[in-house]
């Protein structure tokens, strides 16, 4: 058999010549990197996914970052620690509507010639005063608002405030003072929490909205009473 040129004595493979031209091939068009294999595409999902992961960890720490330098006043944050200090500053200022005294006290429109009157029935009925009273137009009226969690202007509604903080409205403050007045309120009282709160309010609005008109209104707002001096709070 003939030589090879260059004296290699042995002539090329097919296999050879074709895997050469495939290397020159991939080497004049910079492609070195061999093709991705059949697990590539499912790793770059999960690279991109770790990725999209970081960035969302860093835009969250920046964020929390940003929100704790921004100024007062921005944000919400700061509203919550100046409603939860208003809070505190009203409770701390009623602190002394129950210092020496710690019977309820029963916020009632002072004008309203109905609560008035609900007030009358009340001082009669309860001879072992265990109730005290304010007008909501009073400034222990409308400290005592503020301390429930209400409008200092709002007189809508009847309000018992107990001294460890608790207040009651509406129909349960009604029938929450029946249970201190004598005998047969006390006793008809609880009979009055057998009907749901959403039509014993019902009625409760319909008579609060219209009292006016009703049973008229007074001249002057009731602060006290001369009888009952001690059982009023200003």
Not at 204 to 227: M, Q
């Amino acid at each position: 058999m003939p030589m090879g040129h260059g004296g290699s004595g042995r002539t090329p493979s097919s296999s050879s010549l074709v895997m050469s031209r495939k290397h020159a091939l991939s080497l004049k068009l910079g492609k070195t990197t061999p093709p991705p294999g059949p697990g590539h595409a499912s790793g770059m999902g999960r690279s991109l996914m770790r990725r999209s992961r970081e960035c969302s960890v860093r835009v969250a720490v920046d964020g929390n970052s940003n929100s704790s330098s921004s100024p007062a006043g921005a944000g919400g944050g700061t509203s919550t620690t100046t409603s939860s200090s208003s809070s505190s500053s009203s409770s701390a200022a009623c602190d002394k509507y129950f210092e020496d005294d710690t019977r309820p006290i029963v916020l009632f429109d002072g004008v309203c010639m109905l609560c008035n009157g609900g007030v009358d029935m009340m001082l009669r009925f309860d001879t072992n005063a265990n109730a005290r009273f304010a007008a909501l137009q009073s400034e222990a009226g409308q400290n005592l608002l503020t301390r429930a969690g209400r409008a200092p202007d709002d007189i809508s509604s009847i309000v018992l405030c107990e001294s460890d903080g608790t207040s009651h409205v509406k129909s349960d403050a009604i029938l929450r003072i029946a249970q201190l007045m004598d005998i047969p309120f006390r006793i008809i009282a609880p009979l009055g929490f057998l009907f749901p709160s959403g039509f014993r309010d019902g009625v409760y609005d319909v008579i609060s909205e219209n009292r006016y008109k009703f049973f008229g209104s007074a001249e002057a707002c009731r602060f006290r009473d001369p009888d009952f001096n001690s059982r009023f709070v200003e």
